[in-house]
């Protein structure tokens, strides 16, 4: 192994240093953007998952009570009115604040809590079946989409709370038992904070790489871009890359 | 910064408004009147109580969607059962529908129930007798046509699963003891209120 170097005058080191924070100027730039673009088509696939959860929630509700009976007269089922309504105002605002205000921080945070919300409307209106708790594990790995982990945390706080309270007041709503115990909620709540952590540390590493690619792409415009050999910053650049450059002997 | 402002206070707005919504629907389908049977078999009755082992009664409304998870739970009763009662599912029928309403599959699913009878039940005759008004209400009288369990057995409104009231009428059939001798009955409404 041989290194190759090249010694540089102050006037080069100068240039060298004006060039390396242009490039990390430049990966910053291009992360963000990214980062952005990101978070904007993830606001809009929230903005029609929204849209379809809302219609599966009355079509179930349709399909399964469509009608409550008080002997021979019937009524619409409360049911269908809450899929329709709550389910409407749970959906539609984040929804418009996915198409309207997509790449907001305050955008992703909305989402995330309706979407367990929406969770929580679901669990209600199928009697509390355990089958249906599997869509609070389905929207976090959803939501970290977004490859941002904060989003996550208010969206298990929300979790948290409803199997805390309805678990206190109404565990038949949330479990489908009439009697549970107080703290099965933690046992919930923990199963979520599981998924969370592993969630995290993904959306941690994407990051760490979308961070990598930036800082790659951004040396690689400079290079590309670089005044040609013999120029004082061309010649300086080239040094510099010289003088990084290892190459077996 | 004046649309941040209004944009936190629509979030709030909503957040409150939603969980309220959800907690609305959880205290309106979590309030139920409980059972009132008549303590002893009522004479008057078409139904005829055994006298080797213990009567269970199960009234429904044929079209109680609610009711299909009650269904479930009747079945599973009578799974883990040891002593297995002489048992009537009774279906109502409003003389105002034709003969063939009251046989839609919650009928058929009660009568796929191995040793169970299914009944209906004209003008809902035999419910008053039971002194019954909600959908999957059950009672079960012993031998001697006592009562000794009335109520419902789901959790909740559609809701299946472990319950208060499969245990106690396990427990029942059984050991012949159970914590609880009645619960919530969640269910449609047997008659509309005019009916009553």
Not at chain 2, 137 to 160: C, K, M, N, V
């Amino acid at each position: 192994m041989t290194a190759v170097t090249a010694t540089l005058e102050p006037s080069a080191l100068h240039a060298e240093s004006a060039y390396s924070e242009s490039s990390a100027r430049r990966a910053a730039d291009l992360f963000a953007q990214h980062q952005l673009a990101i978070h904007k088509r993830t606001d809009r696939m929230f903005a029609g998952l929204m849209a379809f959860q809302w219609i599966a929630g009355i079509v179930f509700a349709f399909w399964v009570s469509p009608l409550a009976w008080y002997g021979a007269t019937s009524r619409t089922h409360v049911h269908v009115w809450a899929a329709i309504f709550l389910g409407g105002a749970i959906c539609l605002f984040p929804a418009i604040l996915g198409l309207l205000r997509p790449g907001e921080t305050s955008t992703r945070y909305t989402i995330g809590i309706a979407q367990m919300l929406m969770g929580a409307l679901l669990i209600h209106l199928t009697g509390g079946r355990i089958e249906t708790h599997f869509h609070v594990f389905g929207s976090l790995a959803f939501l970290a989409v977004y490859r941002d982990w904060r989003v996550l945390i208010p969206a298990t706080v929300v979790v948290a709370l409803d199997h805390l309270l309805r678990g206190m007041f109404w565990p038949q709503s949330v479990y489908g038992v009439l009697v549970a115990s107080q703290w099965r909620w933690l046992e919930h709540a923990a199963w979520v904070i599981f998924e969370d952590v592993v969630l995290i540390v993904t959306c941690r590493r994407s990051i760490a790489e979308m961070k990598e690619h930036a800082a790659r792409t951004a040396a690689l415009e400079q290079e590309v871009h670089a005044p040609p050999a013999g120029g004082e910053r061309g010649g300086a650049v080239r040094a510099s890359s010289r003088r990084r450059t290892r190459r077996s002997a | 910064m004046k649309r941040r402002w209004w944009l936190w206070a629509l979030s709030i707005f909503w957040l409150t408004g939603v969980s309220s919504g959800l907690w609305v629907v959880g205290v309106r389908e979590s309030s139920w009147p409980d059972a009132h049977a008549p303590q002893q078999w009522p004479a008057q009755s078409a139904l005829t109580a055994a006298t080797d082992r213990p009567t269970l009664v199960f009234l429904a409304h044929p079209q109680c969607t609610c009711t299909r998870a009650s269904i479930q739970e009747l079945a599973e009763i009578l799974a883990r059962a040891t002593n297995h009662p002489k048992t009537y599912v009774v279906f109502l029928k409003p003389s105002s529908f034709n003969t063939g309403w009251e046989r839609t599959d919650l009928w058929h699913s009660a009568a796929a129930l191995p040793d169970v009878t299914v009944l209906s039940d004209d003008n809902g005759v035999e419910a008053q007798r039971f002194g019954v008004y909600t959908s999957g209400e059950t009672l079960l009288y012993d031998r001697s046509g006592a009562l000794i369990f009335s109520g419902g057995i789901t959790g909740s409104r559609g809701h299946a699963g472990e319950n208060a009231g499969e245990d106690a009428l396990i427990d029942l059939l059984t050991r012949g003891t159970a914590a609880t001798r009645g619960t919530s009955v969640f269910g449609c409404p047997l008659f509309a209120s005019s009916e009553s």
